[in-house]
């Protein structure tokens, strides 16, 4: 029983569209029917929304871009800060500095400090 119903529900669809709905479309008789001029105002409203919607996606795309960008910059930046990091604690070693000095006539010192106090 329900299976005819649905098959009068398809045929009644099918029958009140026109007999070629291609032509009709590609012909634009559409168009002479008042269907365009009906909804014009809906139509607007339509287009309004995808040229808002196309322009969001190419500031959010041009918004990633520079992010992208930024990041990468940001990470040679990174990465040169850990090879100076690096490259100043092997020279800040003592006995790199004791090496460098020793040209100058410095020596390490081998007794411990002595406090100086004064009354």
Same mark, same amino acid.
């Given at each position: 029983m329900s299976n005819n119903k649905e098959i009068k529900k398809r045929?009644?669809?099918?029958?009140?569209?026109?007999v070629s709905s291609v032509r009709f479309i590609v012909t634009g008789g559409f168009l002479s029917k008042g269907l365009v001029l009906k909804h014009l105002d809906f139509l607007g409203y339509i287009t309004f929304l995808m040229v808002l919607y196309i322009s969001y996606n190419n500031y959010v795309d041009s918004t990633i871009r520079a992010t992208v960008k930024e990041e990468k910059i940001g990470d040679e930046l990174y990465s040169e800060l850990q090879s &100076?990091?690096?490259?100043?604690?092997?020279?800040? &070693?003592?006995s790199k500095v004791a090496e460098e000095v020793a040209d100058l006539g410095l020596l390490e010192g081998q007794d411990p400090p002595v406090v100086i106090e004064i009354h």
């Open positions: 045929k009644w669809f099918w029958s009140a569209l026109p &100076l990091i690096e490259q100043y604690n092997k020279e800040s &070693l003592q």
